[in-house]
């Protein structure tokens, strides 16, 4: 099954996204097929994709990050800036994260360590706290969502209490993702 861990963000939070995604998408002229905005109620900050594991493996990896959470603790974290990943023609559109973003990197990293002494590769990229938007299939599209985005580097989204850590399946369907808890672990 594909598995990921995650922080989950608030209504509040998703009600702002769900705003600024239809801002975005009447300020910029792009054919609707060049762009898939993601549903607002499967965003989350992601801290690390597994991708395909073996079930017997969930729970060690449910049990790594039960031991994180217990170890770690919850503060607030804003959500702010809106940027991409691709560079002129971007691929990605995301929202980023502010203050609070040294406590989740030390979250992330934690995690990230304990899955690599169980055999899990680390990852290759610098961990970016974000919350995607978009997805952008056509180049033209991309040059125009990125020059856009500058206009919003300095946008403020609000503030979450990330107070738990959670890990998911994730099933791809043709009507889109579906997500499921396979365990929630408070941050102490």
């Known amino acids: 099954m594909r598995v990921f861990i995650a922080i989950d963000i ?5 009600k702002a996204l769900s705003d600024l995604q239809q801002q975005l998408q009447s300020s910029v002229d792009v054919k609707k097929s060049d762009v898939k905005w993601v549903q607002v109620d499967k965003i989350h900050l992601t801290l690390k994709f597994l991708g395909e594991a073996e079930d017997q493996r969930i729970v060690e990896v449910c049990n790594i990050v039960k031991d994180v959470a217990e170890r770690g603790s919850g503060f607030e974290l804003d959500i702010e800036s809106v940027g991409c990943f691709g560079g002129r023609s971007a691929r990605v559109l995301w929202v980023g994260t502010g203050r609070g973003s040294d406590n989740l990197c030390r979250l992330q990293k934690d995690i990230e360590k304990r899955l690599a002494l169980a055999g899990w590769p680390e990852d290759a990229r610098k961990f970016a706290g974000h919350l995607t938007l978009c997805r952008i299939r056509n180049p033209k599209a991309g040059i125009k969502l ?3 985005s500058e206009d919003y580097r300095d946008f403020k989204l ?5 107070d738990s850590v959670s890990v998911y399946q994730s099933q791809l369907r043709p009507s889109g993702p579906v997500y499921t808890v396979l365990g929630n672990y408070k941050l102490s």
Do not use: V
């Not at 608030?10 to 998703?14: E, H, T």
């Not at 609000?158 to 990330?162: N, P």
């Open 146 to 148: 990125a020059k856009m």
């Open 10 to 14: 608030d209504d509040k939070i998703r």
């Open 158 to 162: 609000g503030t979450i209490s990330a």
